[in-house]
């Protein structure tokens, strides 16, 4: 049976991008990934799975920005804040502090973040098996339960 988990309708604040929210839209989307494999929609694991991570990489931008609150529009901020790129949002993240050198430290998190960090949002559009759904769900997990240290 799916558990059941609240919606962004459910929880007061959701219009505001803060870190609070980023968190609970990781892991969201990565309980969305899992009821989706466990249907057999592959697909969208792989896809749900690869954006809790740009959540919980959000969260850890937005928890060392602003008090709490993701930057204001895009032409406010330098670059690297709106985008879906792993790659960039980590290194942003690390500029802002979040973490320090996560990757030589934890070769847990780099074992995981070698799967997930080429993931982007044109996944949603690419066809994928079992395992590689698998796999990303598995990773995304690790790259997050590593990140809860630094949001």
């Known amino acids: 049976m799916i558990k059941a988990h ?6 007061a604040n959701w219009n505001q991008l803060n870190a609070q ?17 466990d249907t057999e929609k592959f697909d969208g694991a792989f896809y749900l799975a690869g954006y809790a991570v740009e959540c919980a990489l959000k969260a850890c931008i937005a928890n060392r920005t602003r008090p709490g609150d993701f930057p204001p529009e895009p032409t406010v901020v330098q670059n690297g804040f709106y985008t879906h790129n792993l790659e960039t949002l980590y290194k942003t993240a690390s500029k802002t502090g979040a973490f320090e050198d996560i990757q030589r430290q934890n070769l847990e998190f780099q074992k ?4 997930v960090k080429d993931w982007t949002e044109k996944s949603r559009y690419e066809i994928h098996d079992e395992k590689k759904a698998r796999d990303m769900i598995t990773s995304s997990h690790g790259v997050l339960e590593c990140l809860k240290l630094h949001w």
């Open 6 to 11: 609240t919606s962004i309708k459910d929880t």
């Open 21 to 37: 929210n980023f968190k609970r839209l990781a892991e969201i989307r990565l309980s969305e990934a899992r009821a989706l494999l």
């Open 112 to 115: 995981h973040w070698n799967v």
